[in-house]
């Protein structure tokens, strides 16, 4: 039995999940920023997994939106790191519990 | 594509990716990212998108991960890190998520057909695509990773002549 489709959509399902857990139960800004890349490195591995076993692979439509995809991934990886930077010059913390000048 | 190899690499993604979301101290969950993130580049080798794969180290290894762990120097405290904690509602949230992808997956007919042959995709077949094609939405990328770069230069550079 070789890797059909199917596994790797599993794999990735679960790579996503992961990323989703690191983002919601962690309180430190950094963890959050770690999930969001973990999901977005899920989102690729489905685009190259659909591009690769689709009927159609002369045109490379999926690696090119992966490629895509991971410059947009580093654009918002800069600027969030940048956004704890300044957060943390602001209030001398990265936990988001306790950025919590909004709340009413 | 093997199965060994297929376990192997998905095994390895899988135990850094849980890692690097569960462990307590910052920097050696950087560490972990960094292996999943090389995990995620072996799937894209065994998929035969290789210059996707060396893409993928380039960016995320080589400037992301950088990137993550200039962060954690620049703003780590011990205290806080220990102090920030863990809400068990997200674990919860992420494996319900996860029990309603696999089993979408598992409902979806025609997703077990092996991989067709291909023709191995080369740089030259990339590059003439990305002028031809693709040459608006790369320029919409340069567009967007110079605000990129001016908004992080922006949020991080420090305002002395105010105070």
Redesign the interface.
């Known amino acids: 039995?070789?890797?059909?489709?199917?596994?790797?959509?599993?794999?990735s399902?679960?790579?996503?999940?992961?990323?989703?857990?690191?983002?919601?139960?962690?309180?430190?800004a950094?963890?959050i920023?770690?999930?969001i890349?973990?999901m977005l490195?899920a989102a690729?591995?489905n685009f190259?997994?659909f591009?690769?076993?689709s009927?159609q692979?002369q045109?490379?439509t999926?690696?090119?939106v992966?490629?895509?995809s991971?410059?947009?991934?580093?654009?918002?990886?800069?600027?969030g790191?940048?956004?704890?930077?300044?957060v943390?010059?602001h209030y001398r913390?990265?936990?988001i519990?306790k950025l919590d000048q909004l709340k009413g | 594509m093997n199965t060994p190899s297929f376990i192997i690499i998905s095994v390895l993604t899988l135990a850094a990716a849980l890692a690097a979301a569960s462990i307590k101290k910052l920097i050696h969950a950087a560490f972990f990212l960094v292996a999943a993130f090389l995990g995620v580049a072996a799937f894209f080798f065994l998929l035969g998108a290789e210059f996707l794969g060396l893409v993928q180290i380039f960016v995320y290894v080589g400037a992301v991960a950088v990137l993550i762990v200039f962060t954690i120097l620049l703003t780590h405290r011990e205290e806080e890190t220990a102090a920030a904690g863990f809400k068990w509602i997200g674990a919860l949230i992420a494996a319900a998520i996860f029990v309603g992808l696999l089993w979408t997956i598992l409902q979806t007919p025609n997703l077990s057909t092996d991989a067709p042959l291909i023709e191995p995709l080369t740089v030259k077949k990339i590059g003439e695509v990305l002028m031809t094609d693709y040459v608006w939405p790369l320029q919409c990328i340069g567009l967007l990773l110079t605000a990129a770069l001016i908004g992080g230069l922006i949020l991080v550079k420090e305002d002395r002549d105010e105070s």
């Open positions: 039995m070789t890797p059909t489709l199917q596994t790797f959509l599993i794999v399902a679960a790579l996503f999940s992961i990323g989703l857990l690191a983002a919601l139960s962690r309180r430190h950094i963890f920023l770690i999930g890349e973990m490195a690729n591995l190259i997994a591009w690769r076993f009927s692979t045109s490379p999926g690696v090119m992966a490629i895509f991971i410059a947009i991934a580093a654009a918002e990886a800069a600027v790191l940048a956004l704890v930077i300044a943390y010059r913390t990265t936990n519990n």
